[in-house]
């Protein structure tokens, strides 16, 4: 069972869709029961990194997240606010992160001759994998995605990063460590090529697929 983790932020009802073009069953929930059935999560996230942590600590997910991921070692895949989460911290406030990955969230920052690129970065681009991994498996030559973002993830350790792409300067658009994995961009928002992405996720363990 594939569940993704309501806490009031980013695009439930339309990851949950995607899910079932891709065949696979998932569950909205904020339930910890539920999510400690999980066979695997999926952390949305749209809006402001403490508005996001705020979300957590009150539906008191945190230690359930933490039990799963950690503990268990339940891959989760973090999307766009759900991955930034995952670090330490983030420029844009004070709260701490989940800390699942060694890192922190930055806000865009060009040089003068870059005083064209509008922040947030919003609309298609392309990813650039940098080792291999089954989220990146199967891609399609062409595959380009829905970015809406004005803050990326900066990794201290370059072996937890997939994938780059390039808006003014190299960001990190796909991580993974482990079970857990995260990506800027929005699949549910991506069409054919956020379909094939969140199949590749689900591949990872191989439950949830329908028959």
């Given at each position: ?56 600590n ?75 991994h089954p ?17 990326h993830?900066?990794c ?37 090529f ?5 199949k ?12």
């Open positions: 069972m594939v569940v993704i983790v309501n806490y009031d932020v980013g695009n439930l009802n339309s990851i949950a869709n995607m899910l079932k073009k891709a065949g696979v069953n998932s569950v909205i929930s904020s339930d910890p029961n539920v999510i400690r059935r999980a066979d695997k999560l999926i952390l949305p996230g749209v809006g402001a990194f403490d508005a996001g942590m705020e979300k957590l009150e539906r008191s997910l945190v230690p359930v997240l933490n039990e799963s991921v950690l503990e268990r070692k339940i891959p989760v895949l973090g999307l766009c606010l759900g991955m930034q989460l995952m670090t330490s911290k983030s420029a844009e406030g004070e709260l701490p992160g989940l800390g699942w990955i060694a890192g922190e969230t930055l806000r865009f920052q060009f040089e003068k001759d870059q005083a064209h690129l509008k922040v947030p970065h919003m609309g298609w681009n392309v990813i650039r994998p940098v080792r291999s989220l990146v498996d199967q891609l399609a030559d062409d595959a380009r995605y829905y970015f809406v973002h004005s803050y993830v900066v201290q350790d370059p072996s937890d990063i997939v994938a780059y792409t390039e808006y003014g300067y190299s960001i990190v658009s796909v991580i993974a460590k482990g079970n857990i994995l995260g990506a800027q961009f929005h699949p549910e928002k991506s069409h054919k956020g379909l094939q992405f969140l590749n996720f689900v591949k990872q363990v191989g439950d949830g697929i329908l028959e």
